[in-house]
């Protein structure tokens, strides 16, 4: 056990599917201590192990030496700094784009682009797996919702030529979709939408820091620049390990965010302390690429081993490795019988993905070793000796 961590009974299992919380006692890192007990997690999104890094936790302190620990205002009023101004010129150079703005988190990232771009009625054409906020964004926008088969651009050109003519309309898709782990097509989704006059939106949460030259994302790797896709969206809270997110654009579209969003507006500032951190884990991003390059060769170790023991992964080329199961309670019951194991990889269970379709998340991370991989398949082999 950890030194000072004792051991507590279990929480009482609530009736199926309902979410309870589980107590982390324990630091972002790939060992942790879940509810009393000492596991190796596979449920988190600090891809390139940033969240531990020292030099991050270093610049959070000196940043908090300096600026204090909270924002005091909201960026319109008080709480827009030089570290935050700072912050959004180096992801803006980094990107090679206009204009960075900052938010609080994803969420109210997507929230205030399309609340701010999109006029009433308007047509958003969304793939069918979209995270959650950006089908609720559409409801603050009140604009009109079509939705496309998954990843499919002749779908997606179908429903984007139903808009109608005189409002316009904006497609949006993630990068890398957050429970499949699969990336969108994202260069035949751009030149779809550059055919009918529409705007482009990528949310790359899952992408940033992990594909491109020097981890500029999904969007970058596929030599797509702000004229194909004008809005691209991305948070701090998985490869760089902080927390927060930003828009990046043209100058005219972050200027629109800043005087109409109303998510943005009415909402406190990211603390200067927490912009100093996000700063230095860029740096790190962009500095350390032996991080990338590990991620994706455990992800391609952990794909080829899995395969081989005929275990019934879905097609990912990402971080995120969902082994399916179908099943809601089965797939609760593998969930326990892993962590019997020492093994966190909690289920994912309906409606978070359709009936039918619950799985483990598996989430793997630069921090991980090829021993805690082993471990896993050997538990997985063991659970699952024929595919569900």
């Given at each position: 056990m950890f030194p000072g961590i004792e051991s507590r009974p279990e929480p009482k299992r609530l009736a199926m599917g309902v979410r309870i919380r589980r107590v982390r006692e324990s630091s972002c890192r790939p060992r942790v201590v879940v509810d009393g007990h000492r596991l190796i997690s596979f449920a988190s999104n600090d891809y390139l192990g940033l969240a531990t890094h020292p030099a991050v936790i270093e610049a959070w302190s000196t940043g908090a030496r300096v600026w204090g620990v909270g924002s005091g205002g909201s960026v319109l009023l008080s709480g827009y700094t030089s570290a935050h101004r700072e912050l959004e010129d180096a992801l803006s150079d980094w990107l090679g784009r206009d204009r960075v703005l900052l938010f609080s988190n994803?969420?109210?990232?997507?929230?205030?682009?399309?609340?701010?771009?999109?006029?009433?009625?308007?047509?958003?054409?969304?793939?069918?797996?979209?995270?959650?906020?950006?089908?609720?964004?559409?409801?603050?926008?009140?604009?009109?919702?079509?939705?496309?088969?998954?990843?499919?651009?002749?779908?997606a050109a179908r429903q984007l030529a139903q808009a109608v003519p005189s409002t316009g309309a904006l497609l949006v898709t993630e990068g890398i979709f957050s429970m499949d782990g699969d990336q969108a097509p994202l260069a035949e989704l751009a030149r779809v939408a550059c055919a009918v006059g529409a705007e482009f939106m990528v949310d790359d949460a899952h992408g940033i820091g992990l594909w491109g030259e020097v981890g500029q994302g999904t969007v970058a790797s596929c030599h797509l620049g702000q004229d194909e896709v004008p809005l691209l969206m991305a948070t701090f809270g998985k490869a760089f390990g902080t927390y927060g997110a930003f828009v990046a654009g043209p100058a005219d579209r972050i200027e629109t965010l800043v005087q109409k969003a109303r998510p943005f507006r009415y909402t406190t500032a990211l603390p200067p302390a927490l912009a100093v951190a996000t700063h230095e884990a860029l740096r790190q991003v962009i500095g350390e690429p032996e991080r990338r390059t590990w991620l994706h060769e455990q992800v391609d170790y952990f794909r080829r081993s899995a395969l081989e023991l005929d275990l019934p992964l879905a097609p990912s080329r990402s971080p995120i490795q969902p082994l399916m199961v179908g099943s809601a309670a089965e797939t609760q019951t593998l969930s326990k019988a892993l962590e019997?194991?020492?093994?966190?990889?909690?289920?994912?269970?309906?409606?978070?993905?359709?009936?039918?379709?619950?799985?483990?998340?598996?989430?793997?991370?630069?921090?991980?070793?090829?021993?805690?991989?082993?471990h896993l398949l050997e538990a997985l082999h063991s659970l699952c000796p024929r595919r569900i």
């Open positions: 994803g969420y109210m990232a997507n929230l205030s682009v399309l609340q701010s771009h999109c006029r009433r009625g308007q047509t958003i054409v969304q793939d069918r797996l979209n995270h959650a906020s950006l089908y609720d964004a559409v409801r603050l926008a009140q604009g009109h919702l079509r939705r496309y088969a998954h990843g499919n651009v002749s779908d019997a194991r020492g093994i966190y990889a909690p289920a994912i269970l309906p409606p978070t993905v359709p009936r039918g379709k619950a799985r483990l998340r598996i989430s793997l991370s630069a921090a991980h070793t090829r021993s805690d991989l082993n």
